[in-house]
């Protein structure tokens, strides 16, 4: 490899200077830094492990295409998404074009305008992630730039090629104890069902996200309530038909190892309709009358019937709420959804939440994990809440905030109101697989590193911080998402 | 007692570790650590101080019972409030049950229930306050354990029963300059009255708090009402007549030591109403025809009415906003008010003050404070408007952030753009007696901790730190509430 | 001078106590410290530069009268507006009365007035500025105080008649590379004009800044549109006329060396309206029958429209949302707008900016700056919007928030999710001529210690520190207002 800049990743990174805080720190770090990683919620594509060869593809195919955190900054500053291998879903791609893009030649070219403006990552989480990945993983020595690129590419290249950097053999390596994807109503789980049919050991589990086939006014929708008609056996031709087709779903992605079920929403808003009225919506959506407001008093209806089934089958319910998608329309148009343009708005909890909360939240055999991108309700709303209802927590620092400061802020926002066991511990949330230990590894630090924090300022003894750190790098999410009950395999 | 862990509370806590901070921060601190506490804004019970031989109850009664700040995390994490010593207010528990509870066995599982899960405190200002209390105070050595809770129990019980720990001996050596409670508009003082009959010298002053009277939704408003009109001697059947009670106990409380009232309300809006329309609204709320509309105007009505006596009598009007009481309805309806679960929401404050702060903002005898959960507001809305208008100051960080944190992020925001003299130092807000002192210390070792900040990057020097800690230690307070001005006793 | 305290003003003030990063604060400081002040958007008189002779008047009317940061404090704390020398806009003032304020005697009152007050700005930026204009350009050496006051008044007024403070003198002496005026739409730019002819060197720019010819509900509108007419020599007499003769203005700006536009809203509301609607709009505001829908509905559209004339002709877009204007209505009556009564309100962007970034924010020519007072905003909805359009970049911390924990907050909130090079560096937004290298310092000090704390955090190393500082301090500004294209001259 040429000879350039090597990356700057000391055992203390991340840690506060001082110097009493940061042996605390490091202290409490390395007592899980080994730690099996539970990943209770990701994106991660579950084909990945079905197949004992599949691998990942060319560094880009790896490190750009699926990751819309790096490709977002990229674009943000005029690289046009065509020139870094995003493939337009509105057809104008010629066969030619799509075959081009497969070559060697191209896939070199927007590695090269990656590197080239590598620059721009500083600072940001994605460079601590991609330096995590390229360093610690990939065994890349040198800080990527403009003259090192290619030898670079060919490095990762040759890596992504043998044996070891399968996905299988990955996830032994990253030591991962359980990793839950996210599989949609209608799924009927065939990677899942080939994992265990291999006989591999390695703990995959589904989640079952409800929404494609609860938002009717998204295209798919109709597509997507067919998949769960043609999965469940029940032809969903009503309200009632889609409530039993979704509990029959529930049964069997509990039978897979499903603890947890996801949902998201703009609003966090949730109503009760009466059965009638939910019914008469519902013929409106199959009809194409329904409309915005329908939409919404449904929306909100299906997060109370998701938290009775939760209530009733035991699955973990996970809310994540306040994403506007797909801000920039002529993008979606041209390229689809999830290809960054997703933009946080306000979000209001205390009344939203309230129907369900004064419904389901004294329940004992309830749980609801709350997500927000609107870090103004941490401290005001989402802390309050958690900190009184029994079946209320608080999930971690998600998406844009899944960062040093956007954690520290939510640990110095959250904790003193909620306490540390209302909230979940971790998880990573991504589609890129290979940032899964570098992310953990992150929170990890920054938790370590504000327990230190505490204990330097008397506010927990050293005892307690070592618990601390236990709760929040392993225990938390594995006993939230009901990990620790086994599986119903 | 039984050997456990004893406390870790050394002189320097929640001081930053940076020693050159650190050693400022103490020394600012020790400037004030043994001043007075004044305590212009609470909820102890005048009970306490009327007769000389009070008593604080047993252990449970005296740290769980009256504690909402304890036994809400206790809940949030399934522990029934039954469990726990609290009585519902909904007659389902038996005369026997009560007489049960009243039992030391009673009390000291609710005990042991406790110490069993002492360690959700971990880093919440709960957790601070409690070890200030059970070892400063009570002097517990060993920290709350399953092992040691009933041995502390004992040992508790055994200090409660003693003349040192009566209500009257505590305020001496808690070194209580002034305290005030709230109390209703209707309230005959009369414990207020015992305590000035008694000779003895503690200054007990109470606040005039008219939201009983005003917010003629709740159940309880009739009686209220009645219990103004037998006060203050004025029937009150009217607006007219309303206005002219609330006018003459202003002026009896006035007499009885009181320099502020107090006022909550969801929002912060304020609104003149023709005197007509206020006339209609209450007399439709008299007859039980008012509507939520007419609640929200006649509330916004109230604050500019109650800005106008402050303006003409001087009481300083203190202005609550932001909390959605009784969040969780099941819990309402069996324990009623005050049970940890009411929950803030957003606020505006730019807007819906400003038809107060046109009126009365400019004038020099009107003196408002604020107080917000709505921390968002800090830096956009209250501490421009407090840096501007006269009349107006900001309260100190106000419930859920009355913590190191909460402490910290109000400095933070709010001291560049008010500037410290639009604030009014701290007040403890609490019914919990026993956990005044620590509260004040929090505050004092909190603001000295952040003027050393100030002081190591030479943003003020340590001259002015050392006026500007008097300030906030108690010079503020004492201004800012008029007990710098005497009694009118 | 009489015998006072000295300022505390040493090398490596407002940076973090800890060694290692007080050093790495230092040294990149150090870095950029001298380097020249680029100054895109503030509102210094061009007057002052036009006549070489100018001069600066009294030190109150330096440092006092011009600065509602200054007075709105001092106001706040009861001191009226008429002692501080302001001069009511409503003719309540004879002649006389103005008359005697200009002379030394009332001049001196006003001073002392300040001075006895001087303890007020503790630990705000005014109070930085303040000490920084004292100490470093007027050479007080002393604190100010009640006792000095008046020997500092000598001390200032002597140095004022020198020709080393006349405004051009300084100008040098502060190392300006450029400085960009605010000026209005219809204004015929004759300062800039005499400038030029003059053959002085500064490089003083304009700035179009259309709001009063848009803002149709201010009394002043009508004589806005007239200036436009006779600037512009197109009568403005309908919508088409206004866009025409906008136009016409933008392109005379530019060939007087204008970069930007700058536009200010209550709200960031966005869209277009049909050209029949906006002349139809238009026709109603000419005949005084446009209502508040109207100017929300006109404003949203001008937006839209700006952002077209923008595409066009280059100049970039600055975009100011959320000041409730003169908050304070009898101040405002008596003394007119700019008065220290602003007061900032939440504000929307995700859904507001949508319309104006779907259709502009993907286009190449295209830059918008958007500025905000709504912090809340920074994470969760600019630095994402930032981060993901390419048009579109975030003006630095403003107004209340150009202070040291502004700068702090701005810098962590939102660099990790919008990058470095998604923001423009700094501007100092001021009319007081004398405290703009106050400002930048202040900036550069705060970027680099929160460098410096990415340093010892390991975030970024050393190198990649020094790299980013040049950007904060004069890259990034010059780049995004292109004065580093060349003036148009």
């Not at 979704?246 to 998201?264: I, N």
């Not at 199959?286 to 939409?295: F, I, K, R, Y």
Request: aromatic fraction near 10%; hydrophobic fraction near 40%; glycine fraction near 6%.
């Amino acid at each position: 490899m040429t000879k350039g800049k090597t990356w700057f990743l000391p055992p203390d990174r991340y840690f506060d200077p001082d110097p009493a805080r940061r042996g605390i720190a490091l202290e409490l770090y390395q007592a899980v830094a080994d730690l099996p990683l539970i990943c209770p919620h990701g994106h991660v594509n579950p084909a990945l492990f079905s197949d004992q060869n599949a691998t990942f593809g060319s560094p880009v195919e790896l490190l750009i295409i699926p990751d819309h955190y790096v490709f977002r900054l990229l674009y943000s500053h005029g690289v046009p998404l065509e020139k870094l291998g995003i493939r337009p879903a509105d057809g104008t791609l010629t066969e030619e074009d799509h075959s081009r893009q497969s070559g060697t030649e191209y896939q070199r070219q927007v590695w090269q305008l990656f590197a080239d403006n590598f620059y721009l990552f500083r600072g940001t989480p994605t460079g601590i992630w991609l330096a995590s990945e390229l360093h610690d993983v990939l065994g890349v020595d040198e800080k990527l730039n403009s003259a090192n690129a290619q030898a670079i590419y060919d490095h990762i290249a040759a890596r992504l090629a043998s044996p070891e950097f399968r996905p299988r053999a990955l996830f032994d390596r990253f030591h991962i104890e359980a990793i839950a994807t996210t599989d949609g109503a209608g799924d009927r789980l065939l990677h899942h069902q080939a994992i265990r049919a291999s006989g591999w050991q390695g703990d995959i589990r589904p989640t079952f996200r409800p929404d494609a086939v609860i938002n009717f006014l998204l295209p798919a929708w109709r597509k997507a309530v067919d998949a769960l008609s043609d999965a469940s056996g029940v032809t969903v031709v009503s309200y009632a038909t889609l409530i039993r087709a979704l509990e029959h779903q529930r049964a069997f992605f509990k039978t897979m190892g499903a603890t947890a079920t996801d949902q998201g929403a703009q609003s966090a808003y949730t109503d009760s309709l009466p059965i009638q009225e939910a019914e008469a919506i519902f013929q409106r959506a199959l009809h194409g009358e329904a409309t915005v407001e329908d939409w919404q008093s449904f929306t909100a209806h299906m997060l109370m019937e998701s938290a009775r089934m939760s209530t009733e089958d035991g699955l973990v319910m996970q809310f994540h709420a306040g994403s506007v998608r797909n801000h920039n329309e002529a993008l979606f148009e041209r390229f689809g959804p999830d290809m960054g343009a997703d933009i946080p708005e306000r979000n209001e909890f205390t009344h939203n939440l309230r129907p369900l909360l004064n419904r389901f939240g004294n329940d004992p055999r309830f749980s609801l994990i709350v997500f927000t991108l609107d870090e103004a309700a941490y401290s005001r709303e989402l802390a309050p809440l958690a900190g009184h209802y029994p079946a209320m927590k608080l999930g971690p620092p998600w998406w844009f905030h899944d960062s040093p400061n956007g954690m520290r802020r939510y640990l110095e926002s959250v904790m003193e109101t909620a306490g540390l066991h209302n909230t979940v511990g971790f998880n990573d949330d991504t589609r890129a697989f290979l940032s899964i230990p570098a992310r953990h590894d992150l929170w990890r630090r920054i938790c370590a590193d504000w327990l230190a924090g505490l204990v330097v300022r008397s506010m927990v003894d050293l005892e307690e911080a070592h618990e601390m750190i236990q709760d929040l790098a392993y225990r938390l999410a594995r006993q939230a998402y009901h990990f620790d009950r086994g599986g119903q395999q």
